[in-house]
């Protein structure tokens, strides 16, 4: 297994991953160049063909007194080819994606997780957090 950052020329493939439709493709392969510097997609590759990928959102918090760099990390968008689960594929993306923030020294890296994957994260070293806390816009 190959686990690398991904590429303009992997565009095709990370929509197909994420389920956008072929007119849309165009429009999503625009987002993808706009957002390079913020938004890091990482693939997983097997005998050639790729089984899986995960995002990582790297953005600025508002600089503070002790620090005007602080940088964190947010995971997005991680999946794996139902065929290919249970194989470490996952796990090898966290690995890349956490080696990836530890390089560009992220004060954190969060990640919003369905219930099905929380132990998956707790055991790529995650912890729950009393702090988090969302807002979601109700009806008006």
């Known amino acids: 297994m190959i686990v690398r950052r991904a590429s303009v020329a992997d565009v095709a493939v990370l929509a197909e991953l994420r389920g956008i439709?072929?007119?849309?493709?165009?429009?999503?392969?625009?987002?993808v160049a706009a957002h390079a510097d913020t938004h890091l997609p990482f693939i997983a590759e097997m005998d050639g063909h790729v089984v899986g990928a995960a995002w990582l959102?790297?953005?600025?918090?508002?600089p503070s007194n002790e620090s005007l760099d602080r940088w964190y990390g947010d995971i997005q968008s991680v999946q794996v080819r139902e065929e290919y689960r249970?194989?470490?594929?996952?796990?090898?993306?966290?690995?890349a994606i956490l080696t990836?923030?530890?390089t560009r020294g992220l004060l954190h890296v969060t990640v919003h997780s369905g219930r099905r994957?929380?132990?998956?994260?707790l055991r790529n070293g995650f912890r729950h957090h009393r702090q988090i806390l969302l807002w979601e816009p109700g009806p008006s």
Do not use: P, S, T
């Open 57 to 62: 959102l790297v953005a600025q918090r508002v």
């Open 117 to 121: 994957a929380v132990d998956f994260y």
């Open 86 to 95: 249970n194989r470490g594929i996952g796990g090898a993306l966290m690995a």
């Open 100 to 102: 990836e923030a530890r």
């Open 21 to 31: 439709d072929a007119e849309k493709l165009k429009a999503y392969g625009d987002w």
